[in-house]
């Protein structure tokens, strides 16, 4: 299988951020992706699917992602959560 991730959250990089000290916004997280998605998603075995921050020196914004590497788990999360996939994930 190949690897799928989603974009599920984004929000603001504190000013002067570096590497390995990364400030999230848990609320605007929560809002954006639903906290029932995130309960759900941290329940899978990590063989399954693993959040990751995703950053970028150049991008002005931090993105939490999920990592599937179970084909049915990905499946499984957009049957139950279409609506919040991002078109460019």
């Known amino acids: 299988m190949r690897n799928r991730s989603f974009r599920l959250a984004r929000w ?13 916004d ?5 809002k954006q992706s639903g906290r ?7 329940q899978l075995e990590k063989t399954q699917c693993q959040l ?14 999920a990592e599937f590497y179970d084909e049915l788990a ?10 919040y996939l991002d078109a460019s994930s």
């Open 12 to 24: 603001f990089a504190a000013e002067g951020w570096e590497p390995g000290s990364i400030d999230i």
């Open 26 to 30: 848990w609320p605007a997280v929560q």
């Open 74 to 83: 990905a499946t499984e999360y957009c049957l139950r959560w279409a609506k």
């Open 52 to 65: 990751i921050v995703e950053t970028n020196p150049d991008d002005p914004y931090h993105y939490l992602v």
């Open 36 to 42: 029932e998605c995130l309960n759900w998603l941290l």
